[in-house]
């Protein structure tokens, strides 16, 4: 075992040291380090069957039995169970929306659900600024005669509406532990959910997700859509494209930090943008602000706004998967979605989402919402 530890930190790539070693550690019934070798493995190809074989084999010996169940799932979303396995999936499949008892307090967002891809300095100056943006934002569209007109007579109450689409929004929204936008229900406009620039904030429904989708269906539609929501992600919904959000982000340093370096060739826009949104700036948030920025300066304020966005599409995913609980539904909505430039393609999400389901990380939130196998 010594010697093949030392063999995978000279050759991480290796995955047939790894293999050896997870083999050895099996033997030994060193289950935890065994599986920690096979998530490694895993990590190098996605679709590897192998890895996610064992570690059902793992968990049961373990008699985890929730993480065995949830590999169990991937196997099977992968179509490579045998009998034994497409069984236990079976027995314990939910019917239906998920009976949750929990819900994803504050800390287990931070250390479980947003993507390690999300720097979580940026995302607390996107965070430090949403507020000024938002309210910036509405000024511009005011002045360009381009607010979208929200009318009270299509607002939805989640907790009294008859509309499948409203009630499924408020139970995801609760679930998640994230303050729900006002919801607006319009069967006359064609497209699915989208942020609407308010304050309250606002989210429309449209045509596209108010037929056609059972409740579990649309449980990951509204959990995806609802984690944008967090205050460290909301910026996207007001500024979706990785130049806008470049901008946005270099103008919130600007905010506290006249001298800090930006990219020359938006240098002007950015000065332009740090004016506008100072205008709108609270003293508290200004004070939160710099405290990020320095930090963000500390730790080397390097960023790759690409990376981040894929990070907070990805945190969102894994929001609707969480509240859905079924890979085969994830991979339906996820494979209807229009992208923008610089978005992940829709198989890569899909392995990501793979990967996500048999975490750590996921079986620490089933089990904070009480839908873990024996509780």
């Known amino acids: 075992i010594d010697a093949f530890k030392m063999a995978t930190t000279v050759k991480p790539g290796d995955v047939q040291e790894h293999q050896i070693l997870a083999e050895l550690y099996e033997s030994t019934e060193r289950f935890d380090e065994a599986i920690g070798e096979q998530r490694t493995i895993l990590q190098q190809d996605a679709l590897r069957i192998d890895p996610y074989r064992a570690l059902y084999r793992l968990y049961l010996h373990k008699k985890a039995y929730d993480e065995a169940w949830c590999v169990a799932a991937a196997i099977c979303?992968?179509?490579?169970?045998?009998?034994?396995?497409?069984?236990?999936f079976n027995d314990y499949k939910p019917q239906g929306m998920l009976a949750v008892k929990g819900k994803v307090s504050n800390d287990l967002w931070l250390k479980h659900l947003f993507h390690a891809d999300l720097d979580m300095y940026v995302s607390k100056i996107f965070e430090m600024i949403a507020p000024a943006a938002l309210q910036a934002k509405i000024d511009i569209l005011k002045s360009q005669n381009k607010l979208p007109v929200l009318d009270k007579r299509f607002k939805q109450d989640p907790a009294?509406?008859?509309?499948?689409?409203?009630?499924?929004?408020?139970?995801?929204?609760q679930v998640l532990g994230i303050t729900a936008p006002e919801l607006y229900v319009r069967n006359d406009l064609q497209g699915a959910i989208t942020p609407a620039p308010a304050i309250p904030p606002a989210s429309v429904a449209g045509q596209a997700v108010l037929t056609g989708f059972q409740p579990e269906e649309l449980t990951f539609i509204c959990g995806r859509h609802l984690a944008s929501y967090r205050g460290e992600l909301y910026i996207?919904?007001?500024?979706?494209?990785q130049v806008e959000l470049t901008m946005m982000?270099?103008?919130?340093?600007?905010?506290?930090?006249?001298?800090?370096?930006a990219p020359a060739d938006m240098q002007a826009q950015?000065?332009?943008?740090?004016?506008?949104?100072?205008?709108?700036?609270?003293?508290?948030?200004?004070?939160?602000l710099r405290v990020v920025v320095k930090k963000f300066m500390e730790s080397g304020a390097k960023v790759n706004i690409k990376r981040w966005a894929q990070g907070a599409d990805l945190t969102g995913a894994r929001s609707g998967l969480l509240v859905c609980g079924d890979l085969d539904i994830a991979r339906k909505?996820?494979?209807?979605?229009?992208?923008?430039?610089?978005?992940?393609?829709?198989?890569?999400k899909m392995k990501e989402l793979l990967l996500f389901s048999v975490s750590e990380n996921y079986a620490q939130l089933r089990k904070a919402l009480g839908v873990a196998i024996g509780d």
């Not at 009294?160 to 929204?173: D, L, N, P, R, Y």
């Not at 996207?236 to 494209?241: A, E, I, S, V, W």
């Not at 950015?270 to 939160?288: F, S």
């Open 77 to 88: 979303f992968m179509k490579k169970a045998d009998e034994e396995t497409q069984q236990f």
């Open 160 to 173: 009294s509406s008859t509309v499948t689409f409203a009630k499924t929004f408020g139970w995801a929204a």
């Open 236 to 241: 996207r919904n007001l500024f979706p494209t």
């Open 249 to 261: 982000l270099f103008a919130g340093v600007m905010l506290v930090d006249r001298n800090a370096p």
């Open 270 to 288: 950015i000065q332009q943008t740090a004016q506008h949104l100072a205008k709108y700036m609270q003293p508290q948030q200004l004070e939160g």
């Open 333 to 348: 909505i996820v494979a209807a979605d229009s992208s923008l430039p610089g978005d992940m393609p829709a198989a890569d």
